[in-house]
């Protein structure tokens, strides 16, 4: 992605959004949870958009977490390596009454159930979980950076959080 001297982005890399059965998804915010936080997901390897059906089915029968929202799936270049297939990209709303650290290894748990390898900074992923917001938190420690680093500047956050808070 590309920043033009105007401030704008030049979105070149983002290619098309794809529908599914929970993306986008919509419903009325619980007030017993302490938190709100978005959870960026994305993937290239293997079957993209099921594993994104199975980790919606996954988050909304566990108890400790609640989705309000998710935005439509975007297909999309990869940044970093490039050499790879393109990502599926989406955004999910999650309350919960979990700190973000608890969070974080509940997240990293789910990763592991839809075998993610760390083969390599940027590799290809079965699925990939980042923590971008976490209500109005800030955090950096070793382990976790809220908001997530570079969120602000990736097409495959901007676009889908857009559409996702639009309506």
């Known amino acids: 992605m590309q920043i033009l001297n105007n401030g704008f982005y030049k979105i070149n890399d983002a290619k098309c959004f794809i529908k599914s059965k929970f993306y986008p998804f919509k419903r009325a915010k619980k007030e017993y949870f302490k938190y709100e936080f978005y959870l960026g997901i994305g993937g290239n390897i293997g079957e993209v958009k099921k594993n994104f059906q199975k980790l919606f089915q996954k988050i909304n029968k566990d108890k400790r977490f609640f989705i309000n929202s998710t935005s439509p799936i975007l297909l999309n270049k990869a940044f970093g390596y490039t050499k790879q297939n393109d990502f599926l990209n989406a955004i999910i709303r999650i309350q919960t009454s979990k700190s973000p650290n608890e ?33 109005t938190k800030v955090r950096k420690n070793k382990n976790l950076i809220i908001p997530h680093p570079g969120a602000e500047k990736r097409i495959s956050v901007i676009i889908p959080l857009g559409i996702m808070l639009k309506e």
């Not at 990763?111 to 993610?116: H, M, N, P």
Request: proline residues 3%; hydrophobic residues 40%; contains cysteine.
């Open 103 to 135: 969070v974080l290894k509940l997240m990293q748990h789910f990763e592991i159930c839809f075998k993610r390898k760390r083969s390599f900074k940027n590799a290809p992923r079965t699925l990939d979980l980042d923590i971008l917001y976490f209500n």
